[in-house]
């Protein structure tokens, strides 16, 4: 971070709402965040204790839930404290150069992990027969290790192409949380090439990532039409349909913030708030009432507890 700022702390604008809707929207944030942090550790836990779940696909979903659960944890705490005190809005330089990296450290590591996610529901339908070998343990472990350092590398660049420039005056960030964006805005220099480096390194990840993902669902697509029963098809369609929603949700509203041309603050504002807000939670809700195996884990974890309790 640069040496020659003279701003020590910033302070977030918040949400652009009239006042009288903080009360309310901190009690619909605190409990959505609860759900998620929640909903995500059954998950982990779920899978964990069952062993049919000990899948390459349910491998790739606990890393999921586990960068969702964390993902939400870096702003929305911090959202909740501009909504009840005004003090809240205060974050020191160096508190907001960490947020900064963390939420993209795992925004891109999510990215990454769609990815895989659906190249491993590629390898599943189109080589069924060849997938436990293709899919062994050590593949899995280093497509997730390679999501991870690719998304640290990832946000180090954006975070280090942010705050090394000086910061001198204003100090009001136009969002609730650290955001490249809305900093640079603030900086005492030119930053034109920062944008545009920002630009192209943020638009060369989702994009490649997402037209990978496209490419790997065209081909289950066509995997699937040669399917000869309607129940495989059926099958093979509802294996990938809870992925297909997630990764609209989670690409969509990133695409529309970071890869457009001009800024409306409250529209992005909006936006932000639901894929680091409502997206989290989807993981939880889509992969139990839509995934049949996951569903019975719950039930036989529920009678496990029960029956517990009873001795």
């Known amino acids: 971070m640069s040496n020659t700022s003279l701003v020590t702390a910033f302070i977030l604008t918040g949400l652009p709402l009239v006042p009288v809707l903080d009360a309310p929207l901190f009690g619909i944030f605190l409990v959505v965040y609860v759900l ?47 909504l009840v005190s005004p003090s809240g809005r205060a974050i020191s330089f160096h508190s907001c150069g960490t947020q900064l990296y963390f939420f993209h450290f795992l925004a891109s590591t999510e990215c990454f992990l769609y990815t895989v996610m659906s190249y491993d529901r590629y390898l599943a339908i189109s080589y069924p027969l060849r997938y436990t070998s293709m899919m062994s343990g050590s593949t899995c472990a280093l497509l997730a290790t390679g999501t991870w350092l690719s998304g640290s590398l990832h946000s180090a660049v954006q975070t280090t192409l942010t705050f090394h420039l000086p910061y001198c005056g204003p100090n009001q960030i136009q969002h609730y949380f650290c955001d490249a964006p809305p900093i640079l805005k603030l900086a005492c220099a030119d930053t034109l090439a920062i944008e545009i480096v920002i630009f192209l390194t943020v ?109």
């Open 36 to 82: 998620t942090v929640l909903g995500n550790l059954l998950i982990l836990l779920v899978i964990k204790v069952d062993s049919h779940l000990h899948t390459p696909m349910y491998y790739f979903l606990t890393n999921l839930s586990f960068i969702d659960m964390w993902f939400s944890t870096v702003t929305v705490p911090k959202m909740l404290m501009t």
């Open 203 to 311: 638009g060369i990840v989702g994009l490649s990532c997402f037209l990978l993902i496209v490419l790997s669902y065209v081909s289950i697509v066509g995997s699937i039409l040669r399917i000869r029963t309607s129940e495989g098809k059926r099958r093979a369609f509802q294996t990938c349909a809870s992925h297909c929603i997630v990764v609209l949700c989670f690409f969509g509203p990133g695409l529309f913030i970071y890869l457009r041309p001009g800024s409306r603050k409250a529209v992005d504002e909006f936006v932000a708030v639901f894929y680091t807000v409502l997206t989290p939670l989807l993981n939880p809700v889509v992969y139990t009432l839509r995934n049949k195996e996951v569903k019975k884990a719950l039930l036989k974890l529920k009678d496990k507890v029960a029956l517990s309790q009873r001795e």
